[in-house]
Structures are given as structure tokens and as C-alpha cells.
């Protein structure tokens, strides 16, 4: 009887000592110096720069907006024109025939040479800018911004097209008639004239018999 009661208050004890033991193994334990247990985070996401131009058409002389995104904030962009001749065939000229056969349409050579040109522009805090450009001269032009300290590029294109000429006037009935109106009072004042030469040659020729 005593030694089962021996044996009871040991196990008890051992129970005491035992809990405490596993709750603090439970508990999370602190990492140890210079290591991280949170996942690595993702790099930030950087939009890619986009260049973009309202109008992807006009005519020489029109006047197109340049707009800028995802450059650096408050830096200086360049901008790099270069032009790409469109080949037309100019008003009543045939194209131009090669060695091999084949045809090339010929444009005027005013409106193709044409140096690349450049300009800069300023981004806002945010990496956009806008910019208006009013092409000198006709073709395929090819706009290329990058921005000087982020080193971003984007690029868009042009299409410069010729001044489209006039179309000629309507001809109506009434402009048609004026000019026959006139043309037969002068045929008919020819005609008086040649009746009264032969009226004229005539009596010169009986006086003349007489």
C-alpha cells in the first residue's frame, strides 16, 4: 500500500515537471541573430516607358501632340526624328523602270531630303511629358524618346503626307454657254464682214465696167 502510493506521488511529480516543459517547446522560439524568417518580397514593378503621337496621320503643315509615360521623375528626355521617304508617284510621272524589271514609284526630291532632327522634352514628377511638333517635311517619320538618367526608350511613328491639292471647279451649263454665246456672235460678225467684202469687190468691179 505504501509503495503504490510512492509510485503515485512520483508520477504526479513527473506530470508537474513534464507540462511546463511542453509548453514552452510549443511557444515559438525567437530567430536567432541575422536571419529572417519573412518571405523575400518581389521587386517593385516599373512600368515600361510608352511614347504615343494623337494623330498617326496628317498633312505637312498640321501640327501632332507627343506623350510620354513611365519616364524617370523631373528628367530631361531627347528625342530623335528620323524621316523614311514615302514613295509616290508624282502627278503625270510614270514610275521609274529597274534593270531587273521591276518598278519603282518616283516622289519629288523636295519633299525626301531630309536630315534627322532633335529635340528634348522635360518629365513631370510622375515620368510623363507632352510635346507638340509641327513636321517641315513629307514621309514615314519615327520618333525615339530616352530619357537621359533612366536610360528608359520608347519610341512611335508619323505618317507626313503631301498638301492635298484642290479639286477642280464644277462645269455647269451655264458656263459652257457663255463661251459658245460668244464664240458664235463672232462667227456671225465674220460672216456680215465677208458678205459686205463681196458686196464691196463686186460694185468696184461694175464701176470699174462702166
Known sequence: MRLS???????????VVTVPTAAGAAQPQPPAPGVTTDPPQPPPYVPQPTLTVNLPTINIG?????????????????????????AAPAAN????????????????????????????????????????????????????????ESGRVASTQLRVLDRPQPPPLPVTGDSLGTPMKVGGGLVGAGAVLL?????????????GSH
Do not use: C
Open 5 to 15: 502510493r510512492i509510485i503515485m506521488a512520483l508520477t504526479v511529480g513527473l506530470a
Open 93 to 148: 510621272q510614270a514610275p521609274a523602270r529597274r534593270s531587273d524589271g521591276t518598278t519603282v514609284a518616283m516622289a519629288p526630291v523636295a519633299h525626301q531630303a531630309s536630315a534627322p532632327l532633335s529635340f528634348t522634352a522635360r518629365t513631370d514628377g510622375n515620368g510623363r511629358f507632352t510635346r507638340t511638333y509641327k513636321p517641315s517635311v513629307t514621309g514615314l517619320l519615327t520618333f525615339t524618346a530616352t530619357g537621359r
Open 195 to 207: 458678205l459686205l467684202t463681196f458686196a464691196w469687190r463686186r460694185r468696184q468691179r461694175f464701176m
Open 62 to 86: 498640321q501640327t501632332v501632340v507627343l506623350t510620354g509615360q513611365g519616364f524617370g521623375p523631373n528628367e530631361t528626355v531627347d528625342i530623335v526624328v528620323t524621316v523614311t521617304p514615302i
